[in-house]
């Protein structure tokens, strides 16, 4: 007996619809009681060298209206942490808080060659982005850093983080949030917000964790917006850099300009920093880092200074040769700090 095309769709839908049927309970088994917002899709994994493993654009953050945010996570691959983890190492990407990349800074060729680098000797480094001025103003990205360093600590034994040990590190713009982060320790203006049905949350996993740091390196970073902050910008100018990240004219929103100083939160009990500038930074005049290392001095925080000569901003010299000796001399600098402050174990 022949077996018309039409009958044999039908048939064929009677099969898939069975075979369907027979699959459901698989599938409802994996049905949670209610909306599931963790990203399920395998984990990607590189390897680099000094056998170190990196799990890119994890995502810490997933906000009503907003991109999810995402950092790339490098960690010795085989090494002995000690019983409580590796230290952490935080780095925040420049761009004039309107751009930027989590991959990319300065002159290095292949940073995140760099990260992995400064994993290989016992530490966990991330990478993160956050919200840029196009999407929301100040405090937005500097909340969303302190976000990332919550998530870290909540996923410790994930990642095998010592919650106790870490350095916040940022270039230009990062280095500004950076040293908001490092100073803004319990200021809960600026901390966080954490909700659950459009109300505060306070039994949040992230609400428990702390987002002080130990440690701070600030290059080439903005701390004071009431002095100048950018070299080339009309800090009146509400369509500057500065204007866009702030939500406002620079010249009207004092307040709003203090709070989002680093230089303004400066206590004693701020962490120890590393600050390197270049001598004749164009973009963030070399006296941001030198009035910032005099108030930290003031307060008898531990601080170092570094000026390098004779070059430009993201240590950019007059030759190529000039802006690699600058840049590996600042990156020297930068895990020596790291190694005396939270002591990696190579």
């Known amino acids: 007996?022949?077996?018309?095309?039409?009958?044999?769709?039908?048939?064929?839908?009677?099969?898939?619809?069975?075979?369907?049927?027979?699959?459901?309970?698989?599938?409802?088994?994996?049905?949670?009681?209610?909306?599931?917002?963790?990203?399920?899709?395998?984990?990607?994994?590189?390897?680099?060298?000094?056998?170190?493993?990196?799990?890119?654009?994890?995502?810490?953050?997933?906000?009503?209206?907003?991109?999810?945010?995402?950092?790339?996570?490098?960690?010795p691959k085989r090494s002995a942490a000690s019983a409580a983890g590796f230290p952490l190492v935080v780095y925040i990407h420049g761009g004039?808080?309107?751009?930027?990349?989590?991959?990319?800074?300065?002159?290095?060729?292949?940073?995140?060659?760099?990260?992995?680098?400064?994993?290989?000797?016992?530490?966990?480094?991330?990478?993160?982005?956050?919200?840029?001025?196009?999407?929301?103003?100040?405090?937005?990205?500097?909340?969303d850093v302190k976000t990332a360093i919550r998530w870290l600590r909540a996923r410790s034994i994930d990642y095998s983080i010592d919650r106790a040990k870490a350095v916040v590190w940022g270039g230009s713009a990062g280095g500004q949030l950076a040293a908001l982060a490092a100073t803004s320790c319990g200021i809960e203006e600026l901390a966080p917000k954490f909700t659950k049905d459009g109300k505060p949350d306070t039994t949040s996993v992230l609400a428990a964790q702390s987002d002080c740091v130990q440690g701070l390196v600030a290059w080439y970073g903005v701390f004071d917006f009431a002095a100048q902050p950018l070299a080339n910008q009309r800090p009146e100018s509400a369509d500057s850099p500065v204007g866009k990240y702030l939500g406002c004219n620079p010249a009207d929103c004092g307040p709003t300009a203090a709070l989002a100083s680093p230089i303004t939160h400066v206590e004693a009990r701020d962490p120890p920093a590393l600050l390197i500038h270049g001598e004749i930074d164009k973009v963030v005049p070399a006296a941001q880092s030198k009035a910032f290392n005099a108030a930290l001095r003031a307060r008898n925080v531990p601080v170092e200074l570094m000026i390098i000569p004779g070059v430009d901003h993201s240590f950019i010299g007059s030759s190529e040769g000039q802006t690699r000796e600058a840049s590996l001399a600042a990156l020297s600098k930068t895990f020596a700090f790291i190694d005396a402050t939270i002591g990696g174990k190579p």
């Open 1 to 75: 007996m022949k077996v018309g095309f039409l009958s044999t769709v039908l048939i064929g839908a009677a099969v898939a619809t069975l075979a369907a049927r027979a699959e459901a309970p698989a599938v409802d088994a994996a049905v949670a009681a209610a909306p599931v917002l963790d990203d399920r899709y395998p984990r990607v994994a590189a390897e680099f060298a000094g056998d170190v493993e990196s799990f890119p654009d994890l995502v810490y953050s997933v906000l009503p209206g907003y991109r999810p945010l995402r950092l790339d996570l490098y960690k």
């Open 96 to 143: 004039g808080w309107q751009s930027g990349h989590t991959r990319h800074s300065g002159a290095f060729a292949n940073w995140p060659a760099v990260l992995a680098k400064l994993s290989s000797k016992g530490y966990v480094v991330v990478s993160v982005e956050y919200r840029l001025s196009s999407e929301a103003r100040f405090p937005a990205a500097l909340q």
